[in-house]
């Protein structure tokens, strides 16, 4: 069988780690398949081929362009390929081959604000829509994700597949106090911290975290509050607001931070939040877990389902009781040994590997073959 998966957005931080996780799991567990990897020029080390079963095509064809449309059916052709994966939704709609598309939410279908442009909306949707009408099987990442899937998409509940990904290997504890006092440094940490890591969009909730934030100040808390990563457009709105709350010098945008520095930077925090209004997944809730941080976090969407029993869940549009839940966490010394413990033991449930084995079951299903676990007599 030879399976082509399209990664050109691998350079992306949130679905290229998603590209990469699943994609090398699943050439480690299963090299009796063969793989092409099509990639955009200058990528080619984001991902780690070992043996003779995987092979890198780079292609610049651009995406959401009309060139991939017509260029990308030929080049599976070319390549004899079986069937075609894309961990994005986007797929050729001439059908060179069964596909499957992982779809991880719809966001933009669900949270209007979050793409304010109507037309970027329509074009969201037709080439969403088209994708799961041309794909074989959908993936998603919770089950929460095939619900809003079927809503919004009107698809049969038996062509969604429920996959859970998982964090990265490298989201472990950092206890090197040196490396800590460096994330520290680096990004102008001088107090203990409550983190936050995503970008800036309005499902975040960005600005219910500083009212929060204020709450748990005002509460006798001590401490700064990070967030981690890009947030133009936005920022300056969200200075604004932490001036407006009276605690500016309280408040630390990163900006950008590279992947390599997240670890250390979750296991330095004191307190991880999740004030979001919608996550398909919910990745830095996991993150934070594997790194040893109590979470503090909504209970809306996909939320709970993955972050089970492990985080203290408080309402998002509720200031105060976030806040308060800052607190409990940050201070109650026997709450926060049960978050953590609950934490490493919740990420268990999630592995890359499980998720290449019930990937590889759907590739099996869709091509027609069997098992290679089921028993004949």
């Known amino acids: ?84 994966h894309s961990p994005h939704f986007m797929l050729p709609l001439l059908r060179a081959c069964p596909s499957v598309v992982t779809i991880h939410d719809v966001i933009y279908l669900a949270c209007k604000e979050d793409l304010p442009s109507r037309l970027g909306r329509l074009y969201y949707r037709g080439m969403m829509a088209a994708s799961v009408r041309v794909a074989s099987r959908i993936i998603t990442d919770s089950s929460f994700s095939k619900q809003d899937i079927i809503r919004h998409l009107n698809v049969a509940p038996e062509k969604v597949d429920v996959i859970y990904p998982a964090a990265g290997a490298e989201f472990q504890r950092v206890s090197d106090s040196g490396r800590l006092q460096e994330m520290r440094s680096k990004y102008g940490i001088s107090e203990d911290f409550v983190l936050y890591a995503g970008i800036c969009k309005p499902r975040k909730n960005h600005t219910g975290l500083l009212r929060a934030f204020r709450c748990f100040l005002n509460a006798g808390g001590t401490a700064q509050l990070v967030f981690a990563g890009p947030t133009n457009p936005g920022e300056a709105e969200l200075r604004r607001l932490a001036e407006d709350l009276g605690i500016a010098r309280k408040v630390i945008f990163t900006g950008f931070v590279e992947e390599s520095d997240l670890p250390a930077l979750y296991s330095a925090a004191r307190v991880y939040a999740c004030p979001s209004f919608y996550e398909g997944f919910g990745f830095t809730v996991l993150e934070a877990m594997a790194c040893g941080v109590p979470v503090v976090c909504s209970a809306e969407t996909s939320l709970p389902e993955v972050a089970g029993d492990a985080a203290l869940y408080a309402d998002p549009r509720d200031p105060e009781q976030f806040g308060w839940a800052l607190s409990q966490a940050w201070e109650d010394r026997e709450l926060r040994m049960s978050l953590i413990q609950k934490g490493r033991d919740n990420v268990r449930r999630f592995s890359w590997e499980q998720a290449a084995e019930q990937t590889s079951m759907v590739y099996r299903q869709v091509l027609g073959i069997p098992d290679k676990r089921t028993v004949y007599a």
């Open 1 to 84: 069988m030879r399976i082509a998966f399209d990664l050109r957005r691998i350079s992306n931080p949130g679905i290229g780690r998603y590209m990469k996780c699943l994609v090398e799991a699943l050439l480690a567990r299963d090299p009796e398949h063969e793989y092409l990897l099509i990639m955009l020029p200058g990528t080619e080390e984001k991902i780690a081929v070992s043996g003779k079963h995987a092979e890198k095509l780079t292609s610049r064809l651009k995406y959401y362009s009309v060139r991939e449309q017509l260029e990308l059916p030929g080049i599976l052709r070319a390549n004899r390929i079986d069937l075609l």
